[in-house]
């Protein structure tokens, strides 16, 4: 028999309501318990709590009977007064009658393993709760709505497409079916493989909308990189002096720019050095503008070439920084813009050019086949199985088959199609209480 939760479904502290979630087979027994029996469902009723005799508070409670509630079992929620004495007063009326408190994602969890949601939609639901920025929002919105479980239901309908005309071959080769059989699913695979690379390529696109864009500032020793940081992030967090090499770590900084999430990282100028502590610092800014989504290469007046023009690549930025100061050599191929912390001239035009490169690069007619690794990291597997399947068709078709059940569970284990222990404790474990 399941154990019937409850959880505090609001943040904890002190606040005009609280709300406390429960879910399970002996809910309406609690609300009978505490004095709000004979609820009609869905519908918010005011009720004076009390156990032991012991009045707990006069709340508004919803009943939400199984399986039309969030996690397909009877549920309840409380409505308290939001203060310390009563939340807890009501968790140990709860806890007296039997429930205990729930897990971190044992809502979520229930309401996939009770067929509510899979797991593409269970994971959306904590980044729904995490999202921080419209874009986020977004995307989450749309993968609880299901836009990315349709997408690998559409590649495991193309599997089992092929896998039908495989098997009949391998299954039924006395019966009156069509000589080779098995070949004609080579076409169909074709086109899946085709579409399974064309969504690892996106990958990167879902990822970034939900981990952050990252943004690295590189350039040589004073050409004004923390300058410019700070002049972005809008505060003194970078140390600003005119000595080379003050910077001596990677500096990080969340951002908002044009709806999206950033990580914009100031890193030590690029150069060799004898002082381990500065060498340290620059195989960071190295390693991290290997790295980086996008690169802004700062160069101010008198700055040579440098080691930073290595790590540009196409599409990168070249920043002309202390244009109070005279102009910067530019450099042949790479979009310019010239700007001075100082006066603010072109920091405008440059947070624009940001926020215009994130749109273009952040935004996709289709919506993104990954959002975490774990997405995309089944899709490779997928891919291979899949490729291996074509080259065995013509072959093997046994080989091919299971080759392809290999695909199929690669995707399915996406959205919790088949059995997926495995992951699940890591996946809901990151859930907030309550949810």
Known sequence: MTDTIFALATPPGRGAIAILRLSGPATEAALSALGA???????????????????????????????????GEDCAELHLHGGRAVIEAAGEA???????????????????????????????????????????????????????????????????????????????????????????????LDRLIADLKAALADARRGERVREGYRIVLIGETNAGKSSLFNALVAREA???????????????ADLIIGGHAVTLSDTAGLRASEDPVEAEGVRRARARAETADLRLWVRSPGDAEGEAAAFVRPGDLLVLAKSDLGPAASVAGLETLSISAASGEGLVALHDWI?????????????????????????GEALAAVEAGRAALDIAPEMAAADLHRAADALSRVTGAIGVEDVLGEIFSTFCIGK
């Open 37 to 71: 029996g004979d609820l009609k469902p869905r519908q918010a009723s005011l009720r004076d709590l009390a156990h032991d005799g012991q009045t707990i508070d006069q709340a508004l409670v919803l009943r939400f009977p199984a399986p039309n509630s969030y996690t």
């Open 94 to 188: 709860l806890a007296a009658l039997g429930l205990r408190p729930a897990e971190p994602g044992e809502f979520t969890r229930r309401a996939f393993e009770n067929g509510r949601m899979d797991l593409a939609q269970a994971e959306a639901v904590a980044d729904l709760i995490d999202a921080e920025t419209a874009a986020q929002a977004r995307q989450a919105l749309g993968q609880l709505d299901g836009a990315l479980s349709q997408t690998y239901a559409g590649f495991r309908r193309d599997l089992l497409t092929t896998l039908a005309l495989v098997e009949a071959e391998i299954d039924f080769p006395d019966e009156e079916i069509p000589d080779q059989l098995a070949r004609t699913a080579g076409p169909v």
């Open 238 to 252: 970078a140390i600003v002096t005119p000595i080379a090499g003050t910077t001596r770590d990677v500096l990080d």
């Open 355 to 379: 926020a215009a490169r994130l749109a273009r690069d952040l935004s996709g007619a289709d919506f993104p086949a990954v959002t975490r690794e774990r997405h995309r990291r089944r899709l």
